[in-house]
C-alpha cells in the first residue's frame, strides 16, 4: 500500500512556474512515478513519469521542454518543475504509481493522490 499526497498548486499568470511534490508513504522507492491532470469533461491526460531509477523521463509532446519530473527516493518524493506556464494547462494534477504497464496509460497506476488544482490565469 501506497499513499500519495500531491502539494504546491495554485493560481499562476501565463509564464509563470509553479512546481508540484508528491510525498508517498509506503514502498515508494521500487515504483516508477506518473504525474496526469484532468479537466472536467476531459479524460485524464499524461503529463510526466520517471522510473524507480530516475535513469530516465518521459514526458507528453505537449509539456516537454517545460516540465521536468525528478525524484528524490531518500526523501520519497517526486517534484514535477512546470515552467513557461499555459492557460492550457489549468487542470487538478495528480501523482501516481506506475506498477506494471505503459507509463503513458492511467490504467497503469495504481494508487493515487488527491490532486492538487493548477490554475494558469491569462
Known amino acids: 500500500q501506497v499513499q500519495l499526497v500531491e502539494s504546491g498548486g495554485g493560481l499562476v499568470q501565463v509564464g509563470g512556474s509553479v512546481r508540484l511534490s508528491c510525498r508517498a508513504a509506503?514502498?515508494?522507492?521500487?515504483?516508477?512515478i506518473g504525474w496526469f491532470r484532468e479537466v472536467p469533461g476531459k479524460e485524464r491526460e499524461f503529463v510526466a513519469a520517471?522510473?524507480?531509477?530516475?535513469?530516465?523521463?518521459y514526458y507528453a509532446d505537449s509539456v516537454k521542454g517545460r516540465f521536468t519530473i525528478s525524484r528524490d527516493n531518500a526523501k520519497n518524493t517526486v517534484n514535477l518543475q512546470m515552467n513557461s506556464l499555459k492557460p492550457e494547462d489549468t487542470a487538478v494534477y495528480y501523482c501516481a504509481v506506475c506498477r506494471s504497464g505503459g507509463y503513458w496509460l492511467s490504467r497503469s497506476y495504481d494508487y493515487w493522490g488527491q490532486g492538487t488544482q493548477v490554475t494558469v490565469s491569462s
Open positions: 509506503g514502498a515508494f522507492s521500487s515504483y516508477a
Open positions: 520517471i522510473p524507480w531509477s530516475g535513469s530516465s523521463t
